[in-house]
């Protein structure tokens, strides 16, 4: 059973440019979030996809976008990237439940802007 | 302040020690806390939940306080292998996010 994979593994972008970023979540999973760690900080919460719409987002600017797939699959686009975006993208999928369960998250992808 | 704030590291530790890591959370809705382990330039991984009643796993023992809104993770008997970052997390809903703290780093030393 495969868990959650992320694509590309390192990514290097410039300034300006506009990043796209894929998650396919494990068997079973229908519900994607998104996380920004910076070098030395802890994960920060982006925003979460669910039945193909973006349900919670935290505190991020417009430039961070994304989509659901029908096969629960996930991306996250930056847009205008800036030099502080450089940080490692995870993904985390979970089962849409009422009560807390376990969000098996990714390699994550690190994305270098210069 | 932060949602979820932990000791500041990191933890340098012999072989054998034991070492407790605490965690404050600000939101008193939370209703669920784990521990994730994070290895160098890896993903984060559930070390264990965390439990009103304490639980244990092994060396782990983890200790939830709601009246405090306090969390604690106590490693016994350290091993090399457990050098890495130890993420607190805090989760209101279910379906919520969940709520990472810094992560406190521990390099156990042989």
């Known amino acids: 059973d495969a868990g959650v994979t992320q694509s590309p593994t390192h990514l290097i972008k410039t300034r300006g440019q506009q990043v796209t970023l894929r998650c396919s979540p494990k068997s079973g999973h229908d519900t994607v979030s998104w996380y920004q760690q910076a070098l030395g900080q802890g994960p920060q919460f982006i925003f979460q996809y669910y039945e193909e719409e973006e349900r919670q987002r935290g505190n991020f600017p417009d430039r961070f976008s994304g989509h659901q797939f029908p096969n629960y699959s996930s991306e996250l686009n930056v847009n205008a990237l800036l030099l502080g975006d450089s940080a490692l993208y995870l993904c985390?999928?979970?089962?849409?439940?009422?009560?807390?369960?376990?969000?098996?998250f990714g390699q994550g992808t690190r994305l270098t802007v210069v | 302040r932060k949602e979820v704030e932990q000791d500041p590291g990191p933890f340098n530790v012999p072989e054998g020690a034991t070492v407790a890591f605490n965690c404050t959370y600000s939101n008193s809705a939370s209703q669920s806390f784990f521990w994730y382990r994070q290895d160098c330039r890896k993903e984060p991984k559930l070390l264990m939940s965390v439990y009103s009643s304490g639980n244990e796993d092994g060396r782990f023992t983890a200790q939830l306080n709601r009246a405090s809104q306090y969390i604690s993770l106590l490693i016994r008997d350290s091993k090399l292998s457990d050098s890495a970052t130890y993420l607190c997390?805090?989760?209101?809903?279910?379906?919520?996010?969940?709520?990472f703290g810094k992560g406190t780093r521990l390099s156990v030393i042989a």
């Open positions: 985390a999928s979970s089962k849409r439940t009422g009560w807390s369960t376990e969000a098996f």
């Open positions: 997390v805090v989760n209101i809903l279910g379906n919520t996010p969940l709520v």
